[in-house]
């Protein structure tokens, strides 16, 4: 029986590693169906994690987290979750992909989100070479310079305005001629001078050279003419899936409460509603999806845990 379970080893699974098992938890093992780091080591420049002066690409900056968490006693298994439940009494099962299932005493879920993409030529090639989907990481490189975003949701419209306060112009490109976002993020959208709409617009290709990204090419839906946008940095808002797969149920709930996007809904200690259950990073309601802030969740939840699993020891639960 484990006293903790961690799934997934990026920046939050990777924290709540180091504090649980330096806050003195035994049997800690964090799942991780790949090698640990997260979705950061695809970036190839992050300069705003504290205390570290330099430009650093993703891999560098993680590479010696899993070293320090396991010099404290936290194991890695490279496997994938399929579902945390809890059939009965106060254990909760963690079910794996090979078909087996591991027991814990309390499990924090830390399985991150994924932008979607929007399936445009040379997205995937430009990836991190000046297409970003991350306004907050990548905007600050851009500034006073002009870029492109594409999308028409609320996170689209938010990330235009936060670009416009860097970037010397925003092309806000959407396929159609509404938006889906807030009429009054629309509103304030419409009135910055700095933010330009290029409406019924249909991305078709990012190009560029070895340097990075050139500029955007869309095709317009009401005139079918193709038009240039020249601009260094493309930002692409389509869509963001959470990574809540492994709390869904054979019945189709979830385990604990998540909102109308998937994201799990915790308190400020990064507790679900499920006692027992602790949630950590970009899968969490109202995540700033930052290095930083999934670190400190994971901090958060491992401190949780710990409290958690005394109080099963002392009641002699489990
Ligand atoms: P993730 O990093 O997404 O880690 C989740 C982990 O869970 C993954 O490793 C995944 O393999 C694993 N996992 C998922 N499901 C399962 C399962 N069922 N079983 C086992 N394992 C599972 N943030 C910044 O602060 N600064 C930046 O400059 C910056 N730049 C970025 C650039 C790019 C290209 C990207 C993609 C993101 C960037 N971010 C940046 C955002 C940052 O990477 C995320 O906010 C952060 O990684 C979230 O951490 P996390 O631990 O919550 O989730
Ligand atoms: P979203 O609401 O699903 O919007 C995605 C946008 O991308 C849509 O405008 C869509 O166009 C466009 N799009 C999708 N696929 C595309 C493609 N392949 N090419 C070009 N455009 C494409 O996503 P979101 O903005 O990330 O928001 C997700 C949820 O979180 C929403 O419910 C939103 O309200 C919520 N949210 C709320 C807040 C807030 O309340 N402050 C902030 C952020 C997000 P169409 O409109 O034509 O489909």
């Given at each position: 029986?484990?006293?903790?379970?961690?799934?997934?080893?990026?920046p939050?699974?990777?924290?709540?590693?180091?504090?649980?098992?330096?806050?003195?938890?035994?049997?800690?093992?964090?799942?991780?169906?790949?090698m640990?780091?997260?979705?950061?080591?695809?970036?190839?420049?992050?300069?705003?994690?504290?205390?570290?002066?330099?430009v650093v690409?993703?891999?560098?900056?993680?590479?010696?987290w899993?070293?320090?968490?396991?010099?404290?006693?936290?194991?890695?298994?490279?496997?994938?979750?399929v579902?945390?439940s809890?059939?009965?009494g106060?254990?909760?099962?963690?079910?794996?992909?090979d078909?087996?299932?591991?027991?814990?005493?309390?499990?924090?879920?830390?399985?991150?989100?994924?932008?979607?993409r929007?399936g445009?030529?040379g997205e995937?090639?430009?990836?991190?070479?000046?297409?970003?989907?991350?306004?907050?990481?990548?905007?600050?490189?851009?500034?006073?310079?002009?870029?492109?975003?594409?999308?028409?949701?609320?996170?689209?419209?938010?990330?235009?305005?936060?670009?416009?306060?860097?970037?010397s112009?925003?092309?806000?490109?959407?396929?159609r001629?509404?938006?889906?976002?807030?009429?009054?993020?629309v509103?304030?959208?419409?009135?910055?001078?700095?933010?330009?709409?290029?409406?019924?617009?249909?991305?078709?290709?990012?190009?560029?050279?070895?340097?990075?990204?050139?500029?955007?090419?869309?095709?317009?839906r009401?005139?079918?003419?193709?038009?240039d946008?020249p601009?260094?940095?493309?930002f692409?808002?389509v869509?963001?899936?959470?990574?809540?797969d492994v709390?869904?149920?054979?019945?189709?709930?979830?385990?604990?409460?998540?909102?109308?996007?998937?994201?799990?809904?915790?308190?400020?200690?990064?507790?679900?509603?499920?006692?027992?259950?602790?949630?950590?990073?970009d899968?969490?309601?109202m995540?700033?999806?930052?290095?930083?802030?999934?670190?400190?969740?994971?901090?958060?939840?491992?401190?949780?845990?710990?409290?958690?699993?005394?109080?099963?020891?002392?009641?002699?639960?489990?």
């Amino acid at each position: 029986m484990l006293d903790l379970a961690i799934i997934g080893g990026g920046p939050a699974g990777l924290t709540a590693g180091l504090y649980a098992t330096r806050g003195g938890l035994e049997n800690v093992v964090m799942y991780e169906k790949g090698m640990p780091g997260g979705q950061i080591t695809q970036s190839s420049e992050v300069e705003n994690y504290p205390g570290i002066t330099e430009v650093v690409t993703g891999m560098e900056l993680m590479q010696d987290w899993p070293e320090q968490c396991m010099r404290f006693g936290l194991k890695h298994d490279m496997a994938e979750v399929v579902r945390v439940s809890r059939p009965e009494g106060p254990c909760f099962k963690v079910s794996l992909g090979d078909g087996s299932v591991i027991t814990a005493k309390s499990v924090i879920v830390a399985t991150g989100s994924t932008p979607k993409r929007a399936g445009f030529k040379g997205e995937d090639e430009f990836f991190g070479r000046g297409v970003s989907t991350c306004a907050t990481c990548d905007g600050f490189f851009y500034r006073d310079k002009e870029v492109a975003v594409i999308g028409g949701g609320d996170t689209a419209l938010e990330e235009a305005l936060f670009l416009a306060n860097i970037c010397s112009k925003v092309y806000l490109v959407h396929r159609r001629d509404e938006f889906r976002a807030a009429p009054s993020t629309v509103k304030r959208v419409e009135e910055n001078g700095k933010i330009e709409l290029v409406l019924n617009a249909v991305p078709e290709e990012v190009y560029g050279d070895n340097m990075g990204v050139q500029g955007l090419k869309v095709k317009k839906r009401d005139s079918a003419e193709t038009v240039d946008i020249p601009v260094p940095g493309v930002f692409v808002f389509v869509g963001n899936i959470v990574n809540n797969d492994v709390l869904k149920q054979e019945d189709g709930s979830f385990l604990c409460e998540v909102n109308e996007w998937g994201e799990v809904v915790v308190d400020l200690a990064m507790r679900t509603s499920e006692e027992g259950l602790f949630a950590a990073g970009d899968v969490r309601i109202m995540a700033p999806k930052q290095v930083v802030c999934a670190a400190g969740d994971g901090a958060n939840a491992a401190i949780g845990a710990i409290a958690y699993v005394e109080h099963l020891k002392r009641e002699n639960i489990c």
